[in-house]
Every structure is written in C-alpha cells, then in structure tokens.
C-alpha cells in the first residue's frame, strides 16, 4: 500500500513539474517576441529620429532660410541703403 501511495505521489510530482516546464518555456517564448517587437520598433522610431534630425539640419542652412523666406513668405533682399540706424537720444 505505502508503495503504491508512493508511486502515485511520485508520478504526480513529476506530471506537475511538467506542467510548470511548459508554462515556463511558453512564457519564454511570449517574450522573445515580444522582445523582437519592441526592438523592431526601436529600430523604425530610431530611424525616423535620424531622418528629422536630417530634415532639422538641413531646413537650418542659410541658404535654405533664405530661399524659405523668398519663396514662401514672399520676401525680398534687404539693401543695405534700406537700412535706417536708429541712435539713442
């Protein structure tokens, strides 16, 4: 009788850390890709960030200021006749 208790206890340890390896190698699994989302993502907002830095830099050249300014604001080069010098009184 105590082997057979003893058998029976011994099996449904083993079916339970069974169980428990599974459950632990699917949640592994689970966060790989999960991982492999989140760099993916990483990667797709890090090149979006290097793009607009780009686009920043660019947009920052004085050329293309005052190409900006001519174009879409409709503004005009500045002589320096133009000019009125203002002094303190």
């Not at 993916?40 to 660019?58: I, P, R, S, Y």
Request: glycine content about 0%; cysteine-free; aromatic content about 6%.
């Amino acid at each position: 009788m105590k082997r057979k208790s003893f058998i029976t206890i011994f099996v449904a340890v083993h079916v339970l850390f069974i169980a428990l390896q599974i459950d632990k190698q699917s949640k592994i699994v689970k966060l790989s890709y999960q991982k492999q989302r989140h760099e993916e993502e990483k990667k797709k907002l890090l090149a979006q960030k290097q793009k607009q830095t780009n686009t920043l830099f660019a947009l920052k050249k004085p050329s293309q200021v005052k190409q900006f300014a001519t174009q879409q604001l409709s503004m005009k080069p500045l002589d320096l006749k133009q000019i009125k010098r203002i002094s303190p009184s």
